[in-house]
């Protein structure tokens, strides 16, 4: 049930539904999207509390019945009709995706959306022992994690302010790269003396800016530079590679650890699979650019 209705098939939605804006559709939602947490982890916690777990699962399903389901049914409505197709419309649908599939647009798109992927969701499940490894009392290590979430929806606010003021392709490139910059502060923390703290901070206000930011890059990626018609079945085609980085991350940051280097190691490599992802949605762009312009 979650893969059917999270960020990825949303996406998809959306980009069908609001073709002329999409990426600000898909900006606000994950606006909205980023408060989720802020807003039910405490209610679930307080139904439990109440109820017990049972019925907290129960009533959460009924605001998905009387909510979320009868919003879906009014407001995807009157979604732009598909092209109608000639009888032998199928054949040439699964030639022209597999050929999207197999171009270097494509390539590049999943390449980046993969690696970054991985560095994103690698490093969360180690921050609490990452910044205790870097000497933080323990209420710096709780309030630090804690705020990554609002500095995300803050990051994406600013984005839907001023995302019309900057070059689209330009903010694509930018936006990615602010995770590599975090990393490089934090892998320069320890030796920052009695800044220490402070580079610290700067590696969350970069690392919560650029995450918040990156999943509307991500999200839009495919449709601004390989095609908006299969946008969903080319999501999908990056369905298995995404779950195996999600998995597998995690896990090979936490083998990565010794009790010599600690998380240094780990993050070096973060680091340059982050550079190797902005390298490759910047050669998705030059491809995609001169793809249109043989096109034309």
């Known amino acids: 049930a979650m893969a059917g209705v999270l960020y990825s098939p949303v996406f998809a939605v959306v980009t069908r539904r609001f073709p002329g804006d999409f990426r ?6 994950t606006f909205l999207g980023g408060l989720a947490s802020t807003v039910f982890i405490p209610l679930t916690a307080w139904l439990m509390n109440a109820t017990g ?4 699962l129960g009533y959460l399903g009924v605001l998905h019945l009387l909510v979320c389901a009868p919003l879906h049914f009014l407001k995807l409505r009157n979604a732009p009709r598909r092209r109608s197709a000639p009888a032998h419309g199928n054949t040439q649908t699964a030639s022209r995706l597999a050929h999207h599939v197999f171009s270097a647009p494509f390539l590049f798109i999943g390449a ?8 994103t969701v690698a490093l969360p499940a180690h921050m609490v022992s990452l910044l205790r490894e870097h000497g933080l009392s323990e209420a710096w290590v709780i309030a630090l994690p804690a705020s990554i979430g609002v500095i995300q929806v803050l990051g994406r606010l600013l984005l839907y302010f001023f995302e019309r003021h900057v ?5 694509n490139r930018l936006i990615p790269g602010l995770i590599p910059l975090a990393l490089v502060a934090l892998l320069v923390a320890p030796w920052a003396g009695s800044a220490h703290i402070a580079v610290v901070l700067l590696f969350v206000v970069l690392w919560g800016t650029g995450n918040g930011m990156l999943t509307i890059v991500k999200g839009t990626a495919i449709a601004e530079y390989v ?20 998995a597998a991350a995690p896990l090979a940051l936490g ?38 312009l043989l096109q034309n």
């Open 53 to 56: 777990w049972r019925h907290a």
């Open 167 to 171: 070059d689209l392709h330009l903010a």
């Open 255 to 292: 083998l990565l650890w010794s009790p010599q280097g600690g998380y240094t190691p780990g993050l070096w490599i973060l680091l340059g699979l982050s550079v190797l992802g902005v390298a490759a949605l910047t050669l998705a762009q030059q491809f995609s650019q001169r793809t249109r």
């Open 112 to 119: 980046f959306v993969v690696l970054m992927m991985a560095v």
């Open 227 to 246: 095609n908006r018609e299969h946008v969903a079945s080319l999501n999908g085609a990056l369905g298995v590679p995404l779950a195996l980085a999600r």
């Open 24 to 29: 600000r559709a898909i900006i606000t939602m």
